[in-house]
């Protein structure tokens, strides 16, 4: 068991550009969720994965981000034409049983 | 809607200055709660799940009860590297895919 990884750890980027983040989650985990985390809140559901399928999608998602998680094993988040309130930790988690979730470590996106 | 509340947003304690942290919560059924506790740059961690009120959990330090609109995070005798962020979170009654919506989260500083 070591842990749910996240890549990049850091990410600073221009307003427009895309950015795309990786999880490795804990391998015998079959559920995968993401989470955003703004300073001085908790973190905000985003989506979540059962194996390879994309099972429920936050109304907070626009359009502009996608997730995937082919073979059910790594997932990606992708952000199209980044905002600057697209600032946050981005956090991965995965489980086993339902609701306890291990999470990664984050990654910190900066939209300039 | 589903709601969780956490008091106080920040807590300064002396070290082996006891006290409590407080979850309030609005989903009408509750499938568990969780609490986390989550360190500066990192995910959160996997504190305790409680089911039922009157259910209490210890760790160390720390003991999690819960009543039936909330929960109290007891911290008895704190050192200085219990200072982390502590979160609370539910299962929305709208979803059974096992996502938890998360407090704001209590910041706790214990000084030397």
């Known amino acids: 068991d070591t842990g749910v990884s996240q890549d990049p750890r850091h990410k600073i980027t221009k307003r427009g550009q895309n950015v795309t983040f990786r999880c490795d989650p804990i391998?015998?985990?079959?559920?995968l969720y993401w989470y955003r985390q703004t300073l001085g809140q908790g973190p905000e559901f985003l989506t979540y994965?059962?194996?390879?399928?994309?099972?429920?999608k936050s109304r907070l998602l626009s359009d502009r981000f996608s997730a995937e998680r082919p073979k059910g094993s790594f997932s990606t988040l992708e952000i199209q034409r980044t905002e600057q309130g697209d600032s946050a930790m981005y956090l991965c988690?995965?489980?086993?049983?339902?609701?306890?979730?291990?999470f990664g470590s984050g990654t910190q996106l900066s939209v300039l | 809607e589903d709601q969780v509340t956490q008091s106080p947003e920040a807590l300064r304690l002396q070290e082996g200055e006891s006290s409590s942290l407080n979850c309030s919560y609005t989903?009408?059924?509750?499938?568990?709660l969780f609490w986390y506790r989550q360190d500066p740059g990192k995910g959160p961690e996997f504190l305790f799940t409680?089911?039922?009120a009157g259910e209490e959990k210890e760790k160390e330090r720390l003991k999690a009860t819960l009543t039936k609109k909330e929960s109290f995070l007891h911290i008895t005798a704190p050192k200085p590297e219990d200072s982390a962020t502590y979160l609370c979170?539910?299962?929305?009654?709208?979803?059974?895919?096992?996502?938890?919506?998360f407090g704001q989260g209590t910041t706790l500083q214990v000084k030397p």
């Open positions: 988690a995965s489980s086993l049983e339902a609701e306890k979730l291990f």
């Open positions: 989903v009408s059924g509750l499938r568990g």
């Open positions: 979170a539910v299962p929305p009654d709208s979803s059974n895919t096992g996502k938890l919506i």
């Open positions: 391998s015998e985990h079959n559920r």
């Open positions: 409680l089911y039922s």
């Open positions: 994965f059962q194996n390879e399928a994309q099972l429920e």
